[in-house]
């Protein structure tokens, strides 16, 4: 297969909006698009030279899967195992146990089936995994299995009826990320079936590459590339992905596959060196920019970076490639160099010992007693807390939370529904605790999610999220008893991008002779983060130094967000309450997420701890009676 500049090109322009959008750079809040584009690449590549093998009858499976090894393996390898390496020393136990699951996960083939059923790629807490954006490197290997046997097979019945049967899938693949969107957001962007399609998009490009060669376009060539760049620039993270939106990049990078000749101007700026050298270390770049990302926000406890040290990242990224693909891949590519049996045995041995680590992560539960040993009384204490509230608060939960849905008594007190989701379900906790707010009101607690407010604003047509759910929630929610009966409606929920919706779900007809009260959320960097830097700064938890840098630390997202919603309840008339102030003090810039004893008030980035209760109650039943005791005057006659 001859080789094409303006492909090394095209990868550029994948790999550089998908490091620059996990930088946190918000010109390339679209970026995410680009390993899409990588896909399309890959099956364009992988199926040529599929096919070149068919028709020169030199097809070998297990050459195939020996090139495959050779390509993706040893900088894979080599990463993890720097990876590992900073991550042993730098995580706190709990999260080096995660992060020895997603290594097994990796060496295994299976990373995005693990990250699938681990997290959420869109919450600020994949911002701090190290590994996780190797679910599209599984998603790849999964097809390299199986695409070759699928090929093979259709070969043998005739070269001249491959096109239909890839195409036939590809359609099914799209349905079916379509449909996936709609119903099961994290299996349909993780997982391989829903992703088929955009690496057949490829193969298709391959097959009409091989029958017809590159056509000079200018137009459609133009045409390509500014679908690429629109989806970069415009596109979300709520975006559906995949899906039909995906079209947009999948096909813009299949016309420039298949117009781009060398004549036209898409290619000669897609040749330029600039752009050549960034393709041809792209696969190290992507492998590297996350552990590089994730580990300085895992020891800084923060997601938000200054501009200067975002570059610097993506700077070393670079650089780190540069080194990676010139002494890890080149080498081990080129068969010559490293015969079949020295290439076993150095894919065998790494295999084992990265494999060995993860599962002794796992089982030592992130080597907690050595880790423990190591740690500073102080940094230990806390870290013991925190596992110590972690479990409490599960039995707490789950004895308050059986009495959510009870029917109201008839006792004639003040009928309050928390509605929303986990975040409500807190709050109604610790309602259900407080002496105060049962002197004020009769509490009950019912799900809905956030997305759901997005849900009926566009009908389930524009949202990556669980579309089933809220159509079952929305009715079975509003329209139950519990909802009728209630006089008070506390909605609290996450928001993060479904805020501006908010007019539309208390626009229902449900929510009229309601009076409704917005929980502006609260969100920091997770307490695990924020050990770990009170560890590497020497500083005490009570130190007005560190208050300061938790209030620095507020989720960036929850706190847009919250002037989103303060700003649509002011047209509404409606009263909020600030989840911030129960932990901060605006005019100091201070926020306390510990107690004297050092006892954690939240046990992720949110959701409260058992001691949180004690500090979060007061606060929260002073708050509810202003509030509803402000409404009665403002009632009153």
Not at 40 to 53: A, C, P, R
Not at 55 to 69: G, P, V
Request: glycine share 6%; charged share 20%.
């Amino acid at each position: 297969m001859e080789h094409r500049k303006e492909i090394d090109g095209l990868r550029a322009l994948a790999v550089v909006p998908v490091i620059l959008y996990h930088a946190g750079f918000d010109l390339f809040k679209g970026g995410f698009v680009g390993v899409d584009i990588f896909f399309v690449i890959s099956g364009y590549l992988i199926t040529s030279i599929l096919v070149d093998d068919l028709k020169h009858r030199k097809f070998s499976l297990l050459n195939f899967y020996e090139r495959r090894a050779r390509r993706i393996l040893p900088a894979l390898y080599f990463m993890i195992l720097c990876t590992s390496v900073f991550a042993t020393i730098i995580m706190l136990p709990s999260q080096l146990k995660d992060f020895g699951q997603s290594v097994v996960a990796s060496v295994g083939l299976v990373p995005n089936v693990y990250f699938y059923l681990k997290t959420d790629y869109w919450s600020q807490s994949a911002e701090f995994l190290p590994l996780v954006h190797l679910w599209s490197i599984g998603v790849e290997e999964q097809f390299y299995l199986l695409f070759p046997l699928l090929l093979a097979l259709i070969w043998r019945f005739g070269r001249d009826r491959i096109l239909a049967p890839i195409i036939v899938l590809a359609i099914a693949s799209l349905c079916l990320s379509e449909w996936g969107w709609r119903h099961d957001a994290a299996a349909n962007f993780y997982l391989a079936p829903t992703r088929a399609w955009e690496l057949l998009a490829g193969s298709i490009a391959a097959l009409i590459v091989q029958k017809r060669g590159v056509q000079n376009s200018e137009a459609l060539s133009m045409v390509g590339l500014g679908a690429i760049v629109i989806a970069v620039l415009a596109y979300e993270p709520t975006t559906p992905f995949p899906s039909l939106y995906a079209l947009v990049p999948v096909v813009g990078t299949s016309l420039l596959i298949l117009f781009a000749g060398k004549e036209t101007w898409a290619a000669r700026l897609m040749s330029a060196r600039p752009l050549v050298l960034i393709g041809l270390i792209s696969y190290s770049a992507y492998l590297w920019h996350q552990p590089l990302l994730a580990l300085f926000r895992v020891s800084n406890a923060s997601v938000d970076m200054a501009v200067t040290t975002k570059l610097l990242i993506v700077f070393a990224t670079f650089i780190i490639a540069y080194f990676s693909h010139g002494f890890v891949e080149q080498p081990f590519r080129t068969a010559g160099k490293i015969r079949k049996p020295r290439l076993i045995l150095l894919m065998a041995l790494p295999f084992f010992v990265l494999g060995t680590f993860g599962l002794a992560m796992h089982f030592t539960n992130g080597l907690n007693a050595i880790k423990m040993a190591l740690m500073p009384p102080a940094t230990r204490d806390l870290v013991e807390k925190l596992e110590v509230q972690r479990t409490a608060r599960d039995g707490v939960w789950k004895r308050e939370l059986a009495f959510a849905r009870d029917d109201w008594p008839q006792d004639g007190k003040l009928r309050m529904l928390f509605l929303g989701d986990s975040l409500s379900a807190d709050l109604y906790v610790v309602a259900r605790r407080s002496s105060r707010i049962a002197a004020l009101a009769d509490v009950r607690q019912m799900p809905l999610d956030d997305n759901c407010a997005r849900h009926l604003a566009t009908r389930g047509n524009e949202l990556n999220h669980d579309g089933r759910l809220c159509a079952l929630a929305v009715p079975e929610t509003l329209q139950s008893d519990l909802f009728a009966r209630a006089e008070v409606i506390v909605l609290a929920q996450a928001w993060l991008s479904n805020a501006e919706f908010l007019d539309t779900l208390l626009g229902r007809p449900e929510f009229r002779q309601k009076r409704v009260i917005v929980y502006k959320t609260h969100a920091f960097a997770p307490a695990d983060s924020l050990i770990l830097s009170l560890n590497g700064d020497d500083q005490s938890f009570s130190e007005s130094g560190f208050a300061e840098f938790v209030y620095l630390n507020k989720h960036g997202r929850t706190v847009m967000a919250n002037a989103v919603l303060e700003s649509t309840a002011q047209k509404l008339r409606i009263p909020t309450i600030e989840g911030f102030d129960a932990f901060c003090l605006e005019r100091k810039k201070q926020c306390a997420l510990f107690s004297a004893r050092g006892e954690p008030y939240i046990i992720d980035q949110s959701h409260l701890s058992v001691a949180g209760i004690a500090r979060f109650e007061p606060w929260l039943a002073r708050r509810l009676d202003e509030v509803l005791t402000r409404e009665g005057a403002e009632r009153a006659p």
